[in-house]
């Protein structure tokens, strides 16, 4: 009996330490790891290409232009195939105030190319923070395309594949900015 009473008692002993010893362990590992990163470097990796829309943005600025346009969106619809087109941004200034598809229910500064028989609607655009206020409502400068899901592109044509791209055309300068006049009362 003293046996297992000596047992009992040497064991609580036994895994305070190896929890402290554990404890201990994780403290200097973290601390490690802390102070690891650092000299890891400071910057995430780049594993795959630059964004051609900040691309073209630095590009026009280093260039001293204010208006660069790039790819922003690709894609190939098979027949009768309908997607929701995704959101999309100039990545410094705005959309620029152009209708560059005409005919077609999309912002302007947006151009959509497709060999026909795809139907694309972009019914809303994004503002950006930069606001023109009047008496009666308030100009919203637009920055990109409707990021809440309400553009779609549909190829209507059921035998043949079909690509899709859209460009945007985007300024830096306020005053060649597409804008959106909000009435008052209207959530401007």
């Known amino acids: 009996m003293n046996r297992s009473a000596s ?3 040497a064991r609580p002993g036994t895994r305070l330490a ?3 010893a554990l404890v ?3 403290v200097a590992g973290l601390a490690g790891m802390t102070t690891g990163a650092a000299y890891a470097g400071d910057f995430p990796e780049i594993t795959g290409p630059p964004d051609p829309g900040y691309v073209a943005a630095e590009q026009a600025r280093a260039n001293g232009q204010t ?3 790039f790819e922003a969106f690709r894609y190939t619809l098979g027949g009768f195939a309908s997607i ?3 959101g999309m941004t100039c990545p410094s200034g705005w959309l620029q105030d152009q209708v560059l598809s005409p ?3 999309v912002p302007h500064g947006v151009q959509v190319i497709e060999p026909g028989g795809v139907g694309v609607t972009i019914p809303q655009t994004s503002r950006s923070s930069s606001t023109e206020k009047t008496s009666l409502g308030t100009y919203f400068r637009l920055d990109g395309t409707d990021r809440a899901g ?3 592109a549909t190829n209507w044509d059921p035998f043949t594949s079909r690509e899709l791209i859209i460009n945007l055309h985007c300024t830096t300068d306020p005053s060649k900015a597409a804008t959106e006049f909000v009435p008052i009362g209207f959530g401007g």
Request: charged share 20%; net charge positive; hydrophobic share 35%.
């Open 103 to 105: 005919g077609r229910i």
């Open 84 to 86: 929701h087109v995704p």
């Open 67 to 69: 208006e660069y346009s």
């Open 18 to 20: 190896a929890k402290i």
């Open 24 to 26: 201990g362990v994780a």
């Open 150 to 152: 309400n553009a779609t």
């Open 7 to 9: 047992t009992r008692t």
